[in-house]
RNA sequence: GCGCUCGUAGCUCAACGGAUAGAGCACUUGUCUUCGGAACAAGGGGUUGUGGGUUCGAUUCCCUCCGAGCGCACCA
């Protein structure tokens, strides 16, 4: 339809002896300025020394008189000299029966799949480490890295996801130190930040990993103040490396074992499933090596320098050299240990070694790390440039609390894991009173809880920052997933009366009158098009809210299953249409859409 | 100090250089014997941080200043 209107105009314009090379058409705000508009006649009024709204009423007659499309309306001239263009009933009720045929394949697009083969991409994100807590950063790069992957697979890609985890380093040996200051026992559990020991028997990981987050917790600040401590820590962390003390050994595995295990319940709870998992300490030596073969004899072809350098005893690689916005990093400490920052080279190069056709790696991470991903993928352009080509950077602002604080609850921090549990107890509370078999209550309150979440992370521009109100929790109505999970709950089940009354949906059988619904429908693969190419999730939950408002206005302002009304078909088919749109919709922001709430 | 990101209603956020800057929350009022009230209908609330510039047109692009967040060598 949109190429349709451009060449209309194109023509139109030629006729008129005006050469335009670019036609911009968009959809108006106000869907009463029409469905599609274009400027042209401002654009160009200037060039052509004419007014532009006595160019607009020129071109508009041109384009009368070439015939109009019979999913045109109509063509006006309207403000400044803007040509608003509306379409007919019969494009609607076209649009309606196009994603009823569609279904939940609504919205696909083939921009990643070049010649029949489709584009192999790999996304990284999420990214928690074991012995830490899974902590509210880890929920946001998740909930995008998420969505941006189904967005790239819902437009023909073949996306592959993948995790790494820092297994080890200091933060390990903070831990350890901890626990082995409060071992697990039954008899001392009181170190446990009880609740309910979920579910019949021994304790959950998910307890079980509270408590190492606790002895993490522990070990840190002690580093910080204990000078005795921070000895044995250090002592601690070196064990962990050579891997020579076994009782060490022991609570490392363990340990591992179960924070791991719990981030996998908590993937499940988000609907991720991974992959690959790298981890840090397999990709130290990958790095090093790396690290190694550039130095002294490598050099960047450009500069004529060596990439990496000895300074005071670590090995550096100087990237304002290349780019006076770009600084030093340590890629080997001169105690000889790699630094992040050789481990994320030596990731880049596995990853590619482990799916050699990659055509693109995105790592998801909050812009606090976006400068050092810099100096990394600078260094990795001079050592491998095919591979730098192939990255892409995607980082998002962090999670602030506002509103009180945040420790005035059990004198503890929100973590990303207690925020989902508070909130799915917080939808359960409110659906208590349903008489549903109690298995699948909470099972929808899981579906509710997190689609909260992720609606509220998604709901924004990537980039900037968001405001988490701890009082006020996380948003369930108006501007919310719930609110989109209801309109899709409450569609579904006028289509179950809509069967029981044996109305079959007709999009045949229109009344004159064009909902406001039906506008917004048939948007839906240009939204998401546009997320795809940007890799914005947020359009998609926008362009969501909007449709649910507007499809919730409709529900109540028409009776849609009636067998008096002879648009009832249409009506029903109409609401078929919404479901497909929401649901797939949904999917796309990683969010489930359960039939009833 | 340097670099990056940002500043829109009381709060949280939208607006691919376009028309009267839009939503939700909160506040005020109305709808409840119709398919789900996690809802619908309506109302008040704005000099888009400041001052310039480019443009037919600027919340959007450029510059000044003010303010915030993040990052700037052996943590990740």
Redesign the pocket.
Known sequence: MQDKIKNLIKDALQNLGIEASEI?L?????L???DY?T?VA??I??NVKSN?KDLAKKIVTEILRLNLDKYIEKVEV?????I?FYLSRKFFGNSIEEILNQGENVGKNEILAKEKTKEKIMVEYTDP?PFKPFHIGHLMTNAIGESVARILEHSGAEVTRANYQ?DI???VAKAIYGLLKNPLRPENSGHLPLGKVEEGGGESVSVLAQHIGKAYAEGALLYETDEAVKAEIDEINKKIYNRGDEKINKIYDWGFKVTMDAFEDLYKLLGTKFDFYFL?SQMAPIGEEIVRANMGKARDPEHGRRIFEE????V?F?AEKHD??L????F????G?????T?ELGLTEDKFRTEPNLDLSIIVT???????MKVVAKAVSLIKPEHEKKMFHISH??M?L??GKMSSRKGNVVTGESLIRDTIAL?GE??RERDWDEKEKSK??EM?GVA?IKY?IL???S?????Y?VE?SI??????G??L???F??A???L???KVENILPDPHAFPGEVFEVEKLLYKFPEVVL?SAKEYEP??IA?YL?EV??VF??F????????KEDKNSGYKVALTFAFSFVMKTGLYLLGIQA????
Request: glycine share 10%; hydrophobic share 30%; no cysteine.
């Open positions: 911009a968009e959809h108006p705000a106000d009463k300025m029409g508009s400027n401002m654009a009024a200037k532009p309207a403000g400044a000299g803007f608003n480490n820092g380093g200091l933060h840090e300074s005071d005893g670590a550096v100087k006076p916005k600084h030093t990093r340590v080997i400490t001169s105690g240990l790699p630094t992040y920052e481990k909050a812009n606090e790390q976006m400068d050092y602002g962090m602030r506002s509103g939808i409110k659906m929808v309150a509710v909260a509220s709901r924004s521009a980039g900037s920052d968001i405001v109100n006020e948003s369930v109505d108006g501007d919310s719930p609110y999970q209801y309109s709950a409450r579904n089940s006028v179950e009366k809509a546009r947020h359009y926008n809210i649910a408002r919730n206005s529900y109540g302002n028409n009776l849609i299953v009636s359960p039939a009833k709430m």
